[in-house]
């Protein structure tokens, strides 16, 4: 289960989620809070820069304790056919997670959309790791795209409800050499 909230600001955006994962009596907790903060805007493909921050934070029943924070500057980017799009670059500060991998991270956001037809997702690549952090220093890429379709409409209701799919690929998941994640979900959305 995953709950999500993004919101538009004067000041800026905000992202944020949380998802919790219970398999047997395994328990796992992982969220994410991403506000940033515009510095100017513009006319023409850069339509804003950005201050970014993310800060990271999950356990797990197997032991697993992590907090991460990324500091960045990015753009918010005018790109004909989509409804949003924006590119960041971070430097993130890892130290309790998962070794002491301080990396670089490149994040890409998009959304496009087609009356009740959605697509929206992100690609991070992360690069440039510490070299003291054992096996996890690894370049790696992790594709994230959701491709919805609300029913809202069709049901008589002015929430959306989305149903659809969602893909993960994440070559050398965590920074570890060869790990892959490639995972398609079936999703159900609906906007409180």
């Given at each position: 289960?995953?709950?999500?909230?993004?919101?538009?600001?004067?000041?800026?955006?905000?992202?944020?989620?949380?998802?919790?994962h219970?398999?047997g009596?395994?328990?796992?907790?992982?969220?994410?809070?991403?506000?940033?903060?515009?510095?100017?805007?513009?006319?023409?493909?850069?339509?804003?820069?950005?201050?970014?921050?993310?800060?990271?934070?999950?356990?797990?029943?197997?032991?697993?304790?992590?907090?991460?924070?990324?500091?960045?500057?990015?753009?918010?980017?005018?790109?004909?056919?989509?409804?949003?799009?924006?590119?960041?670059?971070?430097?993130?500060?890892?130290?309790?997670?998962?070794?002491?991998?301080?990396?670089?991270?490149?994040?890409?956001?998009?959304?496009?959309?087609?009356?009740?037809?959605?697509?929206?997702?992100?690609?991070?690549?992360?690069?440039?790791?510490s070299?003291?952090?054992?096996?996890?220093?690894?370049?790696n890429?992790?594709?994230?795209p959701?491709?919805?379709?609300?029913?809202?409409?069709?049901?008589?209701?002015?929430?959306?409800?989305?149903?659809?799919?969602?893909?993960?690929?994440?070559?050398?998941?965590?920074?570890?050499?060869?790990?892959?994640?490639?995972?398609?979900?079936?999703?159900?959305?609906?906007?409180?």
């Amino acid at each position: 289960m995953t709950l999500e909230h993004v919101s538009g600001h004067s000041w800026g955006g905000l992202f944020l989620f949380m998802d919790r994962h219970v398999s047997g009596e395994f328990k796992d907790t992982y969220s994410e809070v991403s506000p940033k903060f515009t510095l100017t805007k513009m006319d023409g493909v850069v339509s804003a820069i950005n201050a970014a921050f993310t800060y990271e934070s999950g356990s797990n029943t197997g032991g697993v304790n992590q907090d991460n924070y990324l500091y960045g500057v990015g753009a918010d980017l005018n790109v004909p056919g989509l409804n949003f799009a924006s590119a960041t670059l971070f430097y993130a500060a890892n130290k309790n997670g998962f070794g002491s991998s301080n990396d670089k991270q490149i994040t890409l956001t998009y959304g496009y959309s087609a009356g009740n037809f959605n697509i929206d997702g992100y690609v991070d690549y992360a690069f440039d790791n510490s070299e003291d952090n054992g096996a996890f220093n690894v370049d790696n890429v992790h594709f994230n795209p959701q491709i919805t379709y609300n029913l809202g409409p069709a049901l008589g209701v002015s929430n959306k409800i989305k149903l659809g799919v969602e893909y993960s690929y994440w070559d050398n998941q965590f920074g570890v050499n060869g790990q892959e994640q490639n995972a398609f979900s079936l999703i159900l959305k609906t906007h409180l």
